[in-house]
């Protein structure tokens, strides 16, 4: 199972080829902490919020994998349970990886703030996003990475 933090989040994970089954929603951090605490072979994406209070369940993971901007963390106490972090946030995030590979969001009609882009209603539903996820899920390394460990982890 896989447990996201939004809806963007959920379009990311089903825009890189997982089932909609295996993807549940819940909304915000510590919701999905909760549940990959409570089910096996469960992992959780979550957005980093450096400047946010974190969850103090977050004390109990470690560092197992990173790239520059996406961390694998596994519970101390059972390593059946993982976060994948993204940082800083996921919008940023998001237009971080295009600039890294050259795609230009406004090519694709979409705002080069992440704000804004957090702002855009409907994620699933808009076409722009939809284009420019695909060619950024073809493009990029750390994409890549990402779901290569959460196909690891929830084969």
């Not at 929603?25 to 605490?37: A, L, S, T, Y």
Request: charged residues 35%; hydrophobic residues 35%; neutral net charge.
């Amino acid at each position: 199972m896989i447990i996201v933090e939004c809806y963007t989040d959920e379009f990311l994970v089903k825009s890189m080829g997982f089932p909609r089954r295996q993807i549940k929603h819940e909304g915000g951090k510590g919701k999905v902490m909760e549940i990959v605490k409570k089910k096996d072979m469960t992992v959780g994406i979550i957005d980093e919020d450096p400047y946010s209070d974190q969850p103090s369940d977050l004390e109990n993971y470690i560092e197992k994998d990173a790239r520059s901007t996406v961390k694998l963390l596994i519970r101390k106490d059972d390593d059946s349970k993982r976060l994948i972090q993204i940082s800083p946030y996921l919008e940023h995030w998001l237009l971080d990886r295009a600039r890294q590979n050259r795609i230009a969001p406004k090519d694709f009609g979409l705002p080069n703030d992440p704000k804004e882009m957090h702002s855009i209603p409907h994620v699933k539903r808009d076409r722009n996003f939809h284009n420019f996820l695909n060619e950024l899920i073809k493009a990029d390394d750390e994409i890549d990475t990402l779901k290569k460990w959460i196909w690891r982890l929830v084969k």
